[in-house]
């Protein structure tokens, strides 16, 4: 998938962020890197029950390719392919935190109704 570098009115900068965290799954996954700092596949299917195969190896490859995780393969049978947020990932726990404390708001909101 093509990215694009924003350079127009205000709001742009945060269709730059949305770009590469856009997507049900994602800050979900870049969360649970956070919380975990490594993930296999079968993490994430664990972690994340109803995403389906295609989908969260789709996520997962996007976020490679956008230089958020740094996949790293072991040659071994059976092969070993492991998930972690790069330096560039991590300096996105400040947005994520906040999705975090916002939802947890939300939630309590939502339970006192």
Excluded: H
């Excluded at 299917?45 to 958020?68: C, F, H, K, N, Y």
């Excluded at 995780?69 to 049978?77: F, H, P, R, S, T």
């Excluded at 092969?79 to 999705?99: D, H, N, Q």
């Amino acid at each position: 998938m093509e990215r694009r570098v924003y350079d127009c009115v205000l709001g742009c900068p945060v269709e730059s962020t949305l770009q590469i965290i856009a997507g049900k799954w994602k800050s979900v996954i870049l969360y649970r890197l956070f919380q975990e700092k490594v993930g296999r596949y079968s993490d994430f299917e664990r972690w994340l029950p109803t995403i389906s195969a295609r989908m969260l190896a789709r996520q997962l490859g996007e976020l490679v390719a956008d230089g958020v995780l740094e996949k790293q393969i072991y040659a071994q049978v059976p092969p070993k392919t492991e998930y972690r947020l790069t330096a560039f990932g991590e300096t996105l726990w400040p947005v994520i935190s906040a999705m975090e404390q916002w939802g947890r708001q939300y939630n309590q909101k939502r339970a006192a109704e």
